[in-house]
C-alpha cells in the first residue's frame, strides 16, 4: 500500500482525515508495536497529527498499547508501542461456492476466530441458499455473543463473475444461477456492508497480502477444480479487464477440435487440464456440462480419482499427470507474456502431488523460471477467510470506514452504563 504523505491538495479535510487514519490502521497492523514516533515519519504525518488519530482510535476500542518499549539511555518519557485491539471489532467471510460453502469469523487483526461449514439444502436455488448462509454467519456471532455495532462487514468470494461494477452476479457457471445483485441480496439480509469477488482474485490477494506471496506484486493464481479459474495481480492490483472478466484461464483456446467446454465452445483449456477432463480421460464422465446436480456427483468423482493416485493407480496418475502438464504447456505463453514473481496453484488439483509434479515439470521445460508455489507444499487461504480479507481491507482498513459512528455508539453505551451505576448506587 502507498501511504498517504501528508496533506493532499484537492481533498477535503474529512477525506484526507479519513485517508491518514486508515493508512496509520494500516501501519499498526503490519507492524505490532511500533511507536508515534516511527508512525509519523512512516506516514509523513505531523507528531500532533498522529497522536490525535491514535487516540481517536484508542477511543474507539480499535488500538492498544503494547507497554514501553525497550529503550537504552535517554531521557524524558518513555515512548511506547501500539497493536491493533483483536476484540475491537470483527467481520464475516462468505464463501458461496459450487461445493464446500463455509462462512468465517475473523477478528481485525485478521485472526479467524471460528468458521462454519455450510451445506445448502438446495444449491440451485440462491434464494434459499443464501438464506441459509446468512442464518450460518448470524448464528456464528450470537455463538461468540458479540456486539451488533462491533461487526464491521462481511466479504463475500462467489464462484462467478460479477459486472463491471461490481454489483450484479452475472454468471456462475458450476451453479447455474441467474443474474441479480448479490451485494444487495446479502447486505439485506446481513444489516452490514458487503464486498463481493470472485474466489480467485480473493484467494490472489489474501495471498499477495498475508500468505505465501506476501508482498509480491506480480502474481498469476490457477485454481484447479472441476473447472480452471485464475486471477491476476500485476502491479500490487487486481487485472479485471473492460468486462471485469480477467483471470478466466480455463477458457483459453487450447484445441480448436476439441470436445465441448460448458461455455458452448470446442477445445477450452478446461477440455484438457481441468477435472473434468481427467474424468473424461478415464471414461468416468464424458461431459463437463449439467446443473448443480450432475456436477456434485462429478466433484464427488474427482475426489475419488485423486485418492486412488494416492494408492498408486496407475490409470488415475496417468490422467492426472497428463493434465497437469496440459495446464503448463497452454499457460506457458501467459506466463511468458506477463512475467509474474509468483505462480500459485490451488484447489483440490493444485493439493494433488502429481498433478503439481507435472505442472511445475511442465512449466520448466517450457523456459519457466519463476517461483511455484502449490496448495500441496504450502497452506493456501481457503475462500471464506480470504473473503474475510477482503471485507477487513475495504470495510475496516479504508478511508470508508465510519470511526465517528462506532465513537458515538461508544458514548452511548458508556452513557448507558453510568447510568446503571447510578440506579445501583
Not at 98 to 110: E, K, R
Not at 239 to 246: E, I, K, S, T, V
Request: proline fraction near 3%; glycine fraction near 12%.
Amino acid at each position: 500500500m502507498a501511504y498517504l504523505r501528508g496533506i493532499s491538495g484537492g481533498r477535503n479535510v474529512d477525506t484526507t482525515r479519513n485517508f491518514n487514519r486508515a493508512s496509520v490502521m494500516k501501519l499498526i497492523l503490519e507492524n505490532p508495536g511500533i511507536d508515534r514516533t516511527r508512525l509519523a515519519e512512516a506516514t509523513g504525518l505531523t507528531g500532533a497529527a498522529v497522536t490525535r488519530i491514535v487516540q481517536e482510535l484508542m477511543n474507539a476500542g480499535l488500538l492498544a498499547d503494547t507497554g514501553a518499549l525497550d529503550e537504552t539511555g535517554g531521557r524524558g518519557r518513555r515512548r511506547t508501542g501500539l497493536e491493533v485491539a483483536g476484540n475491537g471489532g470483527y467481520v464475516l467471510g462468505l464463501g458461496i461456492l459450487a461445493f464446500n460453502s463455509s462462512v468465517a469469523l475473523t477478528d481485525i487483526t485478521g485472526r479467524t476466530i471460528d468458521t462454519l461449514a455450510v451445506e445448502p439444502s438446495q444449491i440451485s436455488d440462491p434464494t434459499q441458499t443464501l438464506d441459509e448462509i446468512a442464518a450460518a454467519a448470524k448464528s456464528l456471532i450470537e455463538k461468540h455473543g458479540l456486539r451488533e455495532d462491533r461487526i464491521f462487514g462481511a466479504g463475500a468470494a462467489i464462484a462467478g463473475y460479477l459486472d463491471r461494477q461490481g454489483e450484479i452476479w452475472e454468471r456462475s457457471p458450476y451453479l447455474g444461477w441467474p443474474a441479480f445483485n448479490i451485494r444487495r441480496s446479502l447486505s439485506d439480509r446481513l444489516g452490514l456492508r458487503i464486498a463481493v469477488e470472485n474466489v480467485n482474485r480473493c484467494i490472489a490477494v489474501a495471498e499477495s497480502r498475508m500468505g505465501c506471496c506476501r508482498g509480491a506484486r506480480e502474481i498469476l493464481l490457477v485454481r484447479a477444480a472441476l473447472g480452471l479459474g485464475g486471477a491476476i495481480i500485476s502491479s500490487g492490483e487486481i487485472l479485471r479487464g473492460q468486462n471485469n472478466q480477467a483471470g478466466q484461464i480455463g477458457h483459453i483456446p487450447a484445441d480448436p477440435d476439441g470436445p465441448v467446454c460448458s461455455c458452448g465452445k470446442r477445445g477450452c483449456l478446461n477440455t484438457l487440464a481441468s477435472g473434468s477432463a481427467i474424468l473424461n480421460e478415464l471414461g468416468i464422465s464424458n461431459s463437463s456440462n449439467g446443473g448443480p446436480d450432475q456436477m456434485e456427483g462429478r466433484e464427488r468423482e474427482l475426489r475419488n480419482v485423486l485418492s486412488r493416485s494416492l494408492e498408486n493407480d496407475t490409470a488415475a496418475i496417468g490422467a492426472i499427470s497428463q493434465a497437469g502438464d496440459a495446464l503448463a504447456k497452454h499457460c506457458a505463453s501467459l506466463v511468458h507474456s506477463i512475467d509474474p514473481q509468483t505462480i500459485v496453484l490451488t484447489g483440490p488439483l493444485g493439493r494433488n502431488s502429481t498433478y503439481c509434479d507435472a505442472f511445475k515439470a511442465g512449466l520448466e521445460r517450457r523456459g519457466v523460471a519463476c517461483e511455484i508455489v502449490t496448495a500441496h507444499e504450502t497452506r493456501i487461504t481457503a475462500p471464506a477467510q480470504a473473503a474475510s480479507a477482503l471485507a477487513l481491507s475495504t470495510c475496516v482498513y479504508s478511508p470508508s470506514f465510519d470511526v465517528q459512528q462506532l465513537l458515538a455508539a461508544e458514548q452511548s453505551e458508556a452513557g448507558e452504563d453510568d447510568g446503571v451505576k447510578a440506579l445501583v448506587l
